[in-house]
């Protein structure tokens, strides 16, 4: 009792919590369970959702915020947001014009590449996106940048996805993709091959949304020993947060498997 009020110790010794209380302190339990199933990246409206989608609980922003901050945990910030550049006329080849909508799978995809260094070496990521749930249908890492990469994550999408003579991919400028052997291979496939304007990142906005959550969410959490270790940590964030778990709020804080699964159930009940 030494420094209180008796009657300040009588009360702490006897106070019975309200259900309020006890509400709170349960919700502070699944609170963290999604923010740690989350690899301490959700912030607060994607752990509101989660509660509501994985829960079904419908819990105010204010009280997210209230116990989030008595867990002390916060999510990582999102990229910074620049001018658009809105110079650049569109080339012959661009078959999307900054039209980024895609009514079905496998109407519209997205590819570029991002690189990031480790002590060891550059290790280099393709990925091939389907605008339509925003999930990775194929990628390919490699110590090199270079056609081989590209076809590798091309190849991947094609061999797991229906596609048609009307699936567009669309890319920017880069050697890999203006190649004989990137184009030899989209033809193969059947894929109508799109390019935007040289140097210009919002022509392919989607994709570097992609690379900007990858960048914060996995690259910049650490520096990275080998090849191997950041290798296999980007296999991971795709097949196994990104696509499985990550929740967007483009697709109403589905994650793209999720989104997937409900267009083939809705598919399913219109037949």
Same mark, same amino acid.
């Given at each position: 009792?030494?420094?209180?009020?008796? %009657?300040?110790?009588? @009360?702490?010794?006897?106070?019975?919590?309200? @259900?309020?209380?006890?509400?709170?302190?349960?919700?502070?339990?699944?609170?963290?369970?999604?923010?740690?199933?989350?690899?301490?990246?959700?912030?607060?409206?994607?752990?509101?959702?989660?509660?509501?989608?994985?829960?079904?609980?419908?819990?105010?922003?204010?009280?997210?915020?209230?116990?989030?901050?008595?867990?002390?945990?916060?999510?990582?910030? #999102?990229?910074?947001?620049?001018?658009?550049?809105?110079?650049?006329?569109?080339?012959? #080849?661009?078959?999307?014009?900054?039209?980024?909508?895609?009514?079905?799978?496998? &109407?519209?995809? =997205?590819?570029?590449?991002?690189?990031?260094?480790?002590?060891?070496?550059?290790?280099?990521?393709?990925?091939? =996106? @389907? =605008?339509?749930?925003?999930?990775?249908?194929?990628? %390919?890492?490699?110590?090199?940048?270079?056609?081989?990469?590209?076809?590798?994550?091309?190849?991947?999408?094609?061999?797991?996805?229906?596609?048609?003579?009307?699936?567009?991919?669309? %890319?920017?400028? #880069?050697?890999?993709?203006?190649?004989?052997?990137?184009?030899?291979?989209?033809?193969?496939? #059947?894929?109508?091959?799109?390019?935007?304007?040289?140097?210009?990142?919002?022509?392919?906005?989607?994709?570097?949304?992609?690379?900007?959550?990858?960048?914060?969410?996995?690259?910049?959490?650490?520096?990275?020993?080998?090849?191997?270790?950041?290798? &296999?940590?980007?296999?991971?964030?795709?097949?196994?947060?990104?696509?499985?778990?990550?929740?967007?709020?483009?697709?109403?804080?589905?994650?793209? @498997?999720?989104?997937?699964?409900?267009?083939?159930?809705?598919?399913?009940?219109?037949?």
């Amino acid at each position: 009792m030494v420094g209180l009020e008796r %009657s300040t110790y009588y @009360d702490i010794k006897h106070h019975r919590p309200s @259900d309020r209380e006890i509400r709170h302190l349960l919700l502070e339990d699944v609170i963290a369970g999604i923010y740690e199933r989350s690899r301490g990246t959700y912030g607060i409206r994607r752990i509101k959702a989660a509660l509501e989608i994985e829960q079904g609980l419908i819990v105010n922003y204010k009280l997210v915020l209230k116990l989030m901050r008595r867990l002390g945990i916060q999510g990582v910030p #999102g990229p910074k947001k620049g001018r658009k550049n809105l110079v650049n006329a569109a080339t012959n #080849g661009d078959l999307v014009k900054r039209n980024f909508s895609a009514s079905r799978p496998n &109407e519209l995809w =997205l590819t570029d590449i991002t690189e990031h260094p480790t002590r060891e070496a550059k290790v280099y990521c393709c990925c091939v =996106l @389907d =605008l339509f749930s925003r999930k990775v249908v194929g990628y %390919s890492i490699s110590r090199h940048c270079d056609s081989d990469l590209v076809n590798g994550a091309v190849s991947m999408a094609a061999a797991s996805r229906e596609t048609s003579t009307t699936t567009i991919i669309h %890319s920017d400028h #880069g050697s890999q993709f203006t190649s004989w052997a990137f184009s030899r291979n989209i033809a193969r496939i #059947g894929l109508s091959g799109s390019m935007g304007t040289v140097g210009d990142c919002y022509d392919n906005a989607p994709m570097e949304s992609f690379w900007g959550s990858m960048q914060i969410e996995l690259l910049n959490q650490k520096k990275w020993r080998s090849v191997l270790e950041l290798s &296999e940590a980007m296999a991971d964030y795709i097949e196994n947060f990104y696509n499985a778990q990550r929740r967007h709020s483009s697709l109403g804080y589905l994650t793209p @498997d999720e989104f997937e699964a409900k267009q083939q159930t809705t598919q399913t009940i219109l037949i």
